[in-house]
Every structure is written in structure tokens, then in C-alpha cells.
């Protein structure tokens, strides 16, 4: 499989995304042809131009403290198909190809398979 | 209008949120009927019971340090159609009908409406 397209974002865009205290952002990890949407992690800076640049996500990881490349022994990538921030800078949405089983540890496609009260499953794949 | 249905959550469901050391958690919140991300905000404990009993979202707001119920001023309020807490418990997905304008204060229907790169815009509406 060829590599993804790398996303060339500008330094003005780059400069837009604010960090908190700890030097992360939350990303929303969508799936683009579905638009489910898989679950949310973390980014610093540089996780956030290894995603741009590889076209596939990388992550913070907060409880390990390193960086942690979706998929890199599961086989659950995630190639970036987009990528947005929001109005305030300090929150991203990715919309990715996902690879594997999903974007779960638990095996699941998406992380939110547990509803309050009776409501839809919404893992629905 | 009559009230949106409250989301009876039950208590193992409530305690399985995980809050950070704010006592916030994230909420994302997707269209219901379009499947577009919206925006993230904050909530807490206490705004949480509030958006399931109400039927609509409730928010935190840390700039503010106050409970910010979304479009009350604006009009642009958000009715709650499902809830989900991901694997970790540490994140929350709100499908909504948006009334008004859109969730985003610049008017837009999504505040993710600015691409990296020569992207895709994602605020098709």
C-alpha cells in the first residue's frame, strides 16, 4: 500500500492550535466514510506534525508519557484523510481511513459503545 | 416545543465517568442526523446530570467558572438525541439536534470549520 498523503498545513495554521498547560490537545478521531465517530486522544506540537506528515495519527500517550503511533503493533492505523481546528484553536478533528479490527483496544470500531440509559448501541459496525 | 425525553441513566453508568483532577470531562458533540462534529466543551459531574435530566447540553465554562447552558442567550441550543461514554470513561459523545444559527459562536453549524492544509472544508452547511 502506498503512503498516505502527507497534509501540508501552513505556519499559520500550526501557530492557530493552542495547548493546555501540559502542552496537549484534544483530537476527535472521525471516520470519513461513515462518520462515526472512534474516539478521542491526545496531541502535543509534535505529535500533531508527525500526523500531518506521515498521513496517519500519532498520539501523546498521558499514561505512558511517550508517543504512541496508532496501530504500530495492532494493526489498527488510522490514515488521515483530513484535518481540522476548531474556532478557538484548541481542539482538533481528524477524519481517517481506519485499518484493523477498529479504533478500539477493546476490538470495537468506535470507543463510545456504552450508552446512558436504554439509548442505542452506537457502535454500530 | 414540548421538553426533549430526560436520559435515565443509571447509576454504574454514572459512576463509570471519570473526571480529571478539574473535574472536567470532555463531551463531544455530533449532529445527529448529519453525522458532522460540532464542537467539544467541558463538563462537569454536576452538568452531566443536567444535560441527561434536561434533555439538552449543559457545560462548564472555565473561562467563565460557570454552568453554561448552551444557546440559552443565542437560541442555539442543542437537544440530546443519545449519550455515550467511551472505553476509558473519560470522554463523552452527545448526539444532538442544533436549533438556531449552529453550535459555533461565529455563527458557523460546526466550530471545526478551518482545515490544515488546502483541505476539505468541514462546514458543509
Not at 492557530?16 to 486522544?41: F, H, K, N, R, S
Not at 508517543?67 to 481517517?96: A, M, N, P
Request: net charge negative; glycine share 10%.
Amino acid at each position: 500500500m502506498p503512503d498516505p498523503p502527507a497534509i501540508k498545513a501552513t505556519p499559520e495554521q500550526l501557530d492557530a492550535v493552542v495547548y493546555d498547560a501540559d502542552g496537549l490537545v484534544p483530537a476527535i478521531i472521525q471516520d470519513d466514510e461513515t462518520g462515526q465517530v472512534l474516539m478521542l486522544a491526545w496531541m502535543t506540537a509534535e505529535t500533531v506534525a508527525l500526523t500531518l506528515a506521515e498521513g496517519r495519527t500519532v498520539f501523546w500517550s498521558r499514561s505512558r508519557r511517550e508517543i504512541w503511533r496508532k496501530g504500530e503493533t495492532s494493526g489498527d492505523r488510522q490514515l488521515v484523510r483530513s484535518g481540522h481546528y476548531d474556532c478557538d484553536g484548541d481542539v482538533l478533528l481528524f477524519r481517517v481511513q481506519q485499518q484493523g479490527r477498529g479504533a478500539c483496544h477493546t476490538g470495537r470500531m468506535s470507543c463510545f459503545h456504552r450508552p446512558f440509559g436504554s439509548g442505542r448501541n452506537e457502535d454500530r459496525q
